[in-house]
Nanobody, 122 residues
Framework: QVQLVESGGGLVQAGGSLRLSCAAS????????MGWFRQAPGKEREFVAA????????YYADSVKGRFTISRDKSKNTVYLQMNSLKPEDTAVYYC???????????????WGQGTQVTVSS
C-alpha cells in the first residue's frame, strides 16, 4: 500500500537548520508531484513547497522562499525538505504529500504522511 513517512523533525534554535525526509512505499508515487505542507496549532494547513514528478520544477511559498529547498531522490523513493535560517514562525507539524498533478498539489493531494514536528526556539 502507498504510505508516506516523514522524519527529521525536532527542536532547533532560530537561525539553525533541519532536513526533513519523506519516505514513500511502493512505486505509485514514483512519478507523482510531491509537496510539503505545515500546520501550526490553531492555524490552517498551509502549503510550503512542491516538486514535479521529474524533479525538474519546484515551487515555494513566499514565506520560505530562499530558505527552504525541496528535492527528491527517485532511487530511494524519498523527498527532502532542507530548511535553513529557521524562524520561530516556522514551528509547525510538517506533512509530506503526493499528487499526480504538479499544478494542483498546492491545493490538494492524494496521499499524506503522518507529519513530523518542527519546533524553532527564539
Amino acid at each position: 500500500q502507498v504510505q508516506l513517512v516523514e522524519s527529521g523533525g525536532g527542536l532547533v534554535q532560530a537561525g539553525g537548520s533541519l532536513r526533513l525526509s519523506c519516505a514513500a512505499s511502493g512505486r505509485t508515487l514514483y512519478w507523482y508531484a510531491m509537496g510539503w505542507f505545515r500546520q501550526a496549532p490553531g492555524k490552517e494547513r498551509e502549503f510550503v513547497a512542491a516538486i514535479s514528478g521529474s524533479g525538474g520544477s519546484t515551487y515555494y511559498a513566499d514565506s520560505v522562499k530562499g530558505r527552504f529547498t525541496i528535492s527528491r531522490d527517485k532511487s530511494k523513493n524519498t523527498v527532502y525538505l532542507q530548511m535553513n535560517s529557521l524562524k520561530p514562525e516556522d514551528t509547525a507539524v510538517y506533512y509530506c504529500a503526493g499528487d499526480p498533478s504538479y499544478g494542483s498539489i498546492k491545493t490538494r493531494a492524494d496521499y499524506w504522511g503522518q507529519g513530523t514536528q518542527v519546533t524553532v526556539s527564539s
